[in-house]
């Protein structure tokens, strides 16, 4: 059975277990790059490998681009 969730306004399944940090790489975005909002509430980057996501979880990820 695979999760159905939300990333950024777009269905997505995923794996029962995976985590913050298994779905960051899997979108191939850098984990010192990015923000991630869970359900309206910020994670800590800290967390991101120890919270697992959930069927129907809202997940907003924003990625940090460099510039001058």
Same mark, same amino acid.
Request: aromatic fraction near 2%.
């Given at each position: ?20 940090? &298994?779905?960051? &790489? ?43």
């Amino acid at each position: 059975m695979q999760l159905s969730l939300s990333v950024n306004g777009e269905r997505m399944a995923q794996r029962p277990g995976s985590t913050i940090a &298994a779905l960051i &790489a899997e979108l191939a975005l850098d984990i010192r790059k990015v923000a991630v909002e869970r359900n309206r509430e910020i994670v800590p980057r800290s967390s991101y490998g120890a919270v697992r996501l959930e069927q129907d979880d809202e997940i907003e990820i924003v990625h940090f681009i460099g510039g001058g």
